[in-house]
């Protein structure tokens, strides 16, 4: 049974929401908010599985709440449901599961629990549901693409490029678009082999055949397939340390 947590500032919605959680019989809702303040301490003190965080709170804004659950232990997963969908890739950057609009919709919301389920059967059933592991050491990790859970090698992988909120993760043989933004798959990856390279790209340096400089003391990563990758002048000075020249 998936514990959850409310924050929404319109009683209605937050009823309307419950209802449908109870509904479903896959949700123990722990309790709920209509501001940060008192949703802060109940998150901290309850510890839910998971947030459901309307955007637009009053005069607060769900996304600030959003930033700080990231410091709870085991921090939970987000699900942003709120009347707007302009906050999207806001709302994926901060590494949220899912983002459904109002009004609610029952079959809508049993997806965002299913997916949430697969999620929480991808690692260790004693880490919290949305906590990947940093530096793994096993070789693989696991990403939701379509509703199904894929199992990449990260050899295969040659790069990962984040595109308004998504991500595409491009192996030596295919592409993946998943969900999930590309910070938070960046908590998944060995720091040994894989290099922020630009806002946007993640690379793989074993996958590296070529530095090509560019203009305003930029370079272009040739890849093992084929493909450019840019290196921003941010973090060009990382890439030099790494790569020795």
């Known amino acids: 049974m998936l514990k959850a947590y409310i924050v929404d500032d319109e009683l209605l919605a937050r009823d309307e929401l419950k209802y449908l959680l109870i509904r479903s019989k896959q949700v123990d809702v722990l309790g709920e908010s209509d501001c940060i303040e008192d949703a802060t301490a109940d998150i901290f003190e309850l510890k839910p599985d998971l947030v459901f965080l309307d955007i637009e709170l009053a005069e ?10 990231e410091n709870v232990n085991p921090a939970p997963a987000i699900v942003f449901a709120t009347a707007y969908d302009e906050f999207a890739y806001q709302a994926f950057e ?5 983002y459904i609009l109002k ?8 997806k965002t629990l299913e997916k949430i389920k697969k999620i929480q059967k991808i690692g260790d ?3 919290p549901i949305y906590s990947p592991v940093k530096n793994n050491h096993h070789g693989k990790f696991a990403v939701l693409v ?3 859970i894929i199992l990449l090698t990260n050899a295969d992988i040659v790069y990962l490029e984040s595109s308004e909120g998504k991500c595409t993760i491009e192996t030596m043989n295919q592409k993946y678009k998943v969900s999930e933004a590309l910070v938070g798959l960046e908590k998944k990856l060995p720091d040994s082999k894989f290099l922020r390279v630009h806002r946007s790209f993640i ?5 590296i055949v070529e530095i090509e400089p560019w203009f305003n003391s930029t370079y272009n990563l040739i890849m ?3 493909s450019n990758v840019p290196v921003s002048r941010t973090y060009v000075k990382g890439i030099k340390q790494i790569l020795g020249f």
Request: glycine share 6%.
């Open 94 to 98: 901060l590494n949220a599961v899912d």
């Open 60 to 69: 607060e804004s769900g996304l600030e709440l959003a930033k700080q659950l």
């Open 224 to 226: 093992k397939n084929g």
């Open 146 to 148: 379509d509703e199904r």
């Open 103 to 110: 009004p609610f919709d029952e079959e809508r919301i049993v």
């Open 125 to 127: 059933q004693d880490l």
């Open 203 to 207: 690379v793989n340096i074993d996958h």
